[in-house]
């Protein structure tokens, strides 16, 4: 059962908000990171918020415990309903997020391995299940996982069991919906949909393909 989240990873605001806007009935959450948020401002969060989905903060927070508190504390108190945060930090920094992200209510992600070719060159090699491993341990709510490589999600599901796994690479990053669908919670999608020539018309595709996973 898996959720489709769009990443809305545009500069201009009102167009933000219309792709948003025409393409919500076929999705399940919004994800917001630096690209919109430097651009538009943290009050975009506000003007996305009448559309009714969870807003995730994309900010793939790595600092010290104090400053990944104060971080996330203004991402709740802007209006987020989550948080994804990087694992490679250490347990204190990823407590920080978690314990802010619940205390508002919110939850919490923790990246465990990229989705981009150069993340071999640290994520694999046992760091990413060593990172899923401290998200369990830190109560966060799931990880983020790459869609560009099933079999590492399978990897990692064995680490997190029934915590979510969102996995973010499909589409022009070369990750296959289909595939992936069966694998996690949550699959996050970009330029594919607020790139197509029609996003609402993507975006209803993609969610039909879910809605199928879904009662298969
Ligand atoms: O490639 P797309 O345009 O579908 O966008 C993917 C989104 O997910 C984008 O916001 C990117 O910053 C985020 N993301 C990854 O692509 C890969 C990761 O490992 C983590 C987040």
């Known amino acids: 059962m898996a959720d489709l989240i769009l990443a809305l990873d545009l500069l201009d605001p009102m167009y ?33 918020a009448d559309l009714g989905l969870p807003l995730i903060a994309d900010f793939k927070v790595a600092d010290i415990p104090n400053t990944n508190g104060l971080i996330a504390n203004q991402v709740f108190s802007a209006g987020f309903d989550a948080i994804i945060c990087h694992g490679f930090t250490g ?19 923790v990246v465990a391995e990229m989705s981009h070719p150069g993340a071999l ?11 899923a491993t401290l998200a369990v341990e830190c109560r966060a709510d799931g990880i983020i996982a790459p869609a560009t490589r099933p079999e590492r999600i399978r990897a990692l599901r064995s680490v997190v069991r029934s915590r979510k796994i969102y996995s973010p690479g499909i589409g022009t990053q070369g990750g296959d919906l289909r595939s992936v669908l069966p694998l996690v919670e949550g699959v996050i ?19 039909a393909i879910v809605n199928d996973e879904r009662s298969s």
């Open 16 to 48: 933000a908000r219309e792709v948003a806007e025409s393409c919500a009935a076929s999705l399940d959450a919004i994800k917001l990171g630096y690209p919109l948020i430097l651009s538009a401002g943290l009050g975009v969060v506000k003007d996305l």
């Open 91 to 109: 347990r204190d920094a990823v407590e920080a997020c978690v314990d802010a992200a619940h205390a508002y209510g919110g939850e919490c992600f």
């Open 121 to 131: 060159s640290f994520f694999s090699r046992g760091v990413a299940e060593q990172i």
């Open 189 to 207: 999608v970009g330029r594919t949909i607020y790139g197509a020539a029609d996003p609402a018309k993507e975006a209803a595709v993609m969610a």
